[in-house]
């Protein structure tokens, strides 16, 4: 399989422990997007990175959260100090400087209990 | 701020019943329009990109157009493995490294 690829698929976490997630982008592909999706609502950029460097953050992403990407390759979504607001899906995206459009990988389910 | 509305919200077709659903945006310089589609509990599973107004592509029973407000995905003859949710995107205007999506269209087709 040549996709993107998230882990976990799914995680739950008590109220105030920090999680990580991974995310692995189709080889070729130097960008990566992180997005935040809610039920019912389109997703929500979070963060874009090129190569190693992280280009773009959005309001969102408060300072409780924390992405790398380091030597390029797979990148890290930390959240520490979870709150419950904090649920949601996580996706992670990937595309190549010579395409515009983005693959999506299968997500991280995040429950905040 | 881009926006991007997309109506309906969802949509109950019969089978062989084709339709269209909506994408309206707003956003300063258009450098493109995406579609994607969503199965419950699974990412984006991209279908389309529009330049331009008065492109069109299509994909099976799917077509896409655009005009320089929205932008239409017409469903001929659906089937029910058609039914997922279709969310529409368009880039930032200062790149490809940010894009704002709608909330979707939730289809369901039924045998």
């Known amino acids: 399989d040549t996709g993107v690829s998230q882990n976990p698929r799914h995680k739950i976490t008590k109220r105030g422990q920090n999680v990580t997630f991974r995310c692995d982008p189709i080889s070729e592909h130097n960008r990566l997007y992180w997005y935040r999706q809610t039920l019912g609502q389109g997703p929500e950029f979070l963060t874009y990175?090129?190569?190693?460097?992280?280009?773009?953050k959005s309001r969102l992403l408060s300072d409780r959260f924390s992405a790398e990407r380091p030597k390029g390759s797979f990148s890290t979504l930390e959240i520490q100090r979870t709150e419950q607001g904090d649920s949601a899906m996580y996706l992670c995206?990937?595309?190549?400087?010579?395409?515009?459009?983005?693959?999506f990988g299968q997500g991280t389910r995040l429950t905040v209990v | 701020e881009d926006q991007v509305t997309q109506s309906p919200e969802a949509l109950r077709l019969q089978e062989g019943e084709s339709s269209s659903l909506n994408c309206s945006y707003t956003v300063s310089g258009l450098r493109g329009l995406f579609w994607y589609r969503q199965d419950p509990g699974k990412g984006p599973e991209f279908l389309f990109t529009?330049?331009?107004a008065g492109e069109e592509k299509e994909k099976e029973r799917l077509k896409a157009t655009l005009t320089k407000k929205e932008s239409f995905l017409h469903i001929t003859a659906p089937k029910p493995e058609d039914s997922a949710t279709y969310l529409c995107a368009v880039p930032h205007s200062g790149g490809y490294q940010k894009v704002t999506f709608g909330t979707g269209t939730k289809l369901q087709v039924i045998p």
């Open positions: 529009l330049y331009s």
């Open positions: 995206a990937s595309s190549s400087i010579l395409n515009t459009e983005a693959f």
């Open positions: 990175f090129q190569n190693e460097a992280q280009l773009e």
